[in-house]
Structure formats: C-alpha cells, structure tokens
C-alpha cells in the first residue's frame, strides 16, 4: 500500500491540540509507539489530567513548537483557530485522530476492515445495528468512532472489522481514509456556525466516500444521493436503499419485508429477504432506514442475509434514543432526548400516530416550520421549554392552530417535571408523550443526556404518584 497513507511515529515530534477524551486516547497512542508528543489546550486543570502518559504538557499555545511534523487535532476545534492556522501557514500537516487512526491500522499486520456511517442523525444507532449483524455472522467487530469508543483505540485492540461512526468534524480533518463501503444516512441543517453553512457541511460529509470501495446512499434523501454521485471514486461499487420497494442495485422494503437487490447474483430479476419490520426496534421509519444503511454496510462485507436478520432482533438502542420509559393509563412515555435537532424530530414523530411532544431548547438557528408541517396531523398537544419555546410555538401556531400549547416559563422550580405533568393533562389513552426537542440541551441541562434523565426522573415520579392513587 502506497506510504501517503501511512505515519511513522517513531521518533517523531507530534503537536496533540485538545487534552479532551480524543486528546487522552491519541497522546496513548503515540506515546506507546515511540512519538515525541506535546500536548496544548486552553484548559490548564484538564491538560493536567494527562500527567504521566509520558508527553510534554504546555497549556495555550498558539504556534507548534519548533520542529513538529505533524499536528492531531480534536475534532471540535476549528479551522480557523490561532495554534491551527499557525501550523496551515508553517507547512505542518493537520489531521484528526480518525485519519491517524487510518494511517497506523495501514500498518498492522493484520488491518482491520473500516466500515464508515455518517449523516446528521441515526449515525450512532446504525453503528450499533451494524456491529450487531456483524457479530452475528461471525465477526469480531465493534462500534467506535464519534459513538463513544475512540477509533484509535479500537483499531490497537486489533479487531476484525470496525463500525465507525464519523462526525462531520472528523470528516473535516480526514483526508486518506478509505473504508471498505461507507454511507451519508442523511444531510440536513446541523453545526453549521462551525462550517460556516450548509454547502461546506454537506461536503465534509461527503468526503467519507472519496477512496471507499463500496459507496451507500440514502435514495430518499437527495442530499445523499447527490454526495454519492459527487464523491464516489472510479471503480467503485453504487448501492442504494429506500423505504419502498428496491430497484436493482438496492435495499428496499416490500410489504413487511426488508429485501436486498444490491448484493445478489441476479439484482434485475431477483431479491433476498433480509428481516421483517417487526425486527427493527426502535420502530419508525427512520429506524428502517437506519437498518437497510447498517445492512447494505454489512452485505458489503459479506454478512449473510440471517446475520442481518439476527443482528437487528439482538440490538438494543442506546439511552435517550427513542426509549420506552413507561405506560401510564394506556399512555407511552418515551424518551429520545439526542433528537437535538429538527430532522431527528420528525423523525421521532411520526413513529407514533397520535402525540404530546415535549420540545425546545437551543435550536442554533435551525428552522422547524417544515417539521411542525409534516407532523402537524399527529400532535395531541405541545408542551415547550427553553429558550427557543417561542419559536416552535410560533410555528405550531402557523400550521397546527387548533393544537393545544403549553409554555412553561423560565421561573419553573423543576422544568421537566412541569413539562412532564402538562403533557399528562393533555394526553389521552393510546397517545404518547415523547420527549424528542429539536433542539440542543445546553440552555437548560448538561448536555442531552442529562436532559433525557430528568425526563425519566419525571416520569418515574409520575409513575409513583399513578400506583399511589390505585392507577
């Protein structure tokens, strides 16, 4: 294989820019492979935190330190910033960890094959899915990536294959990664204060198929299908899915099948079953669609159709991703607080015919006037909180007027415990109150995580109250 894609870190000197979880994982790394390693951040107490991995530990800095080859980037720092322009101008190359983490799995003995997921939602849930097929057809294989487990580390831990979810951050700083089949699930308005609109956002998704030698897009997302057309590499094989019925070179859905028209012997004329739509959990459309991308990923590799079908009933979705906390009086409580943006949402939505949504929070200057319109017809009721409540009320006023609205104002002691005994008031047997924001959690909670735990928290206490009261 062609050395441009390759490190030799042995005695290099390495600039790490971020003393975050990526920042641990590749100062680890190359340290263990004889790197000299400098690690900056304007952190000081969380730089501190790397004291004894063996690297050198300099708080602020805005230029690399003379003679440094190479500068490994956490994602979220951005192009622009001072240390990152500073080595662009120096002629020092800037890659991300992912890109390192391609450039040693080149050099093992054995390398793993990359599987590469990324759009703006599902990416974590298709991960999970594909990791669950692959080891149901025998595979050792493991989530990484932006899901949590760093991809350098799972590429040393020596796996066979690797489900790697890639953020468009990551993307932004890969340049030489080339995955065995690679898929965009979907584009719409995210992060787009960091790549400064739509169209470079878009882009930097779309690089995850520059070298990869199968390219999967999603045909009901033209975005998707566009960033195939635009970026898969000569030779490479085109696979489709959709939520309807396949045309050759395609997953599809027939009926309550899902189906393979891509990886078969004879696509014109002929398709295998791959699972039903009852194995697909969480339901929703969305989530079918998550479950064709994780299997045309799989088929890629050559997982058999009753892996992919053993895979989807094994899997189990991550917390606060469209969970089932508890039925109360005939009503479902779930809660799919990492719906952070509009896209999410409608998704989340329109999984359930008859809805109280709990929404709000930081919408980072996304719209939600096409959302509120598609899942206009399902709304029970609307109870909102944080600081872009007006704006999604301004819309259910638009486009669903007669639907009740709930604001609950900033002074509210507990606001999801509010949030969560309004949407009871309004909700009826058979309906589902569905904590799915459509906006960010950072005005009001930690992060989404802890957003989704004090919906459980609330629901719980709710639930106490119902078995009190002889429910």
Known sequence: MDRADRVDTAGMRVL???????????????????AEVTVTDGNAERLAELDGLGATLVPGLTEPPEGTSLVVTSPGWRPGAPLLAAAAARGVEVIGDVELAWRISRDLDRPPAWLAVTGTNGKTTTVGMLESMLRAGGVDAVACGNVGFAVLDAVLAGHEALAVELSSFQLHWSSTLAPTASVVLNVAEDHLDWHGGFDAYAEAKGTIHAHSATVVHNAGDATSVRLAGEHAPEGAARVGFRLDTPRPGELGVVEDLLVDRAFVADPAHHAEELATLADVRPAGPHNVANALAAAALARAYGVGTEAVAQGLRAFRPGAHRAVEVAELGGVRYINDSKATNPHAAVGSLLAHPSVVWIAGGLLKGASVEELVATVAGRLRG?????????????????????????????????????????????AQPGDAVLLAPAAASLDMFRDYAARGDAFAAAVAALRGQHERDGG
């Open 16 to 34: 790490v820019a971020g003393a975050g979880v990526t920042g641990r994982s590749v100062t680890t790394a190359l340290t263990g492979l004889g």
């Open 382 to 426: 609307v109870v909102l909180l944080g600081a872009d409540a007006d704006v999604i009320a301004a819309a259910v006023a638009r486009h669903a007027p007669d639907v009740p609205v709930k604001r609950l104002g900033p002074g509210d002691h507990e606001p999801m415990t509010s949030a969560v005994s309004a949407a009871r008031a309004l």
